[in-house]
């Protein structure tokens, strides 16, 4: 199976399909395409928007003082 590019009916069909509420394995099954096409094609052309990612750099703790500083009267 080769390339196959995205006509303005797969899309049309794709963007309704996936507004409908059908699951990403029965779009790929409709259009005769993979599931990562699919997914691919989905985010590719605005139909589905990939998820915000988590900012990991907000929940880190805060950062423990050092432990000479914080047990030592005269520094």
Known sequence: MGIQEWSA???KNARSYFLNGL???EI???LGRSVTATNKALSRF????EKPRRNY???QQPKKKNSLTHYCAFF
């Open 9 to 11: 009916t797969d899309i």
């Open 23 to 25: 699951a990403i394995k």
């Open 28 to 30: 790929a099954k409709e």
């Open 46 to 49: 605005g139909i589905r928007f």
């Open 57 to 59: 750099t907000e929940l």
